[in-house]
């Protein structure tokens, strides 16, 4: 598992999880990995960042706006918090992001928009301040 050739579905994965999360969050995940979940970090560099967030399909920002609308309905607010602060390098806006908390608030339920409203705030005020 740990021999890769670049150009693989895991460095495609690595080059794309930092564009959209940033070094430094990347190399904390990084520096925190253990034997213990070394196998999921493998995981979720190439099926998530690799696989999916590397498609044309979509901009970085739709997938962004994808993202934060699923974690904000799921109730996933640890995550929510990490892709609202990627939304820098995505792209998305932060009217990008209140119109995500409407629909949610909409189709997933206003408690859980109510929550990912104050998350988003408290967020954005985070990253405003540096």
Known sequence: ???????????????TRRSVLGDAHVDRAG????????????LITESAWGTVW???TFTKRER???TLALLAALGHHEELAMHIRATA????S????KEVLMHVAIYAGVPAANTAFKI????LA????G
């Open 89 to 92: 390098q995505t792209g998305a």
């Open 94 to 97: 932060e009217a990008d992001i």
């Open 126 to 129: 985070g990253m405003k301040a």
């Open 64 to 66: 962004s706006i994808v």
């Open 54 to 56: 590397a498609d044309d």
């Open 120 to 123: 988003a705030k408290e967020t």
């Open 1 to 15: 598992m740990s021999n890769r050739a670049p150009g693989s579905r895991f460095e495609t994965g690595m080059t």
């Open 31 to 42: 520096a925190n990995t253990t034997d213990f979940d070394r196998d999921f970090q493998t």
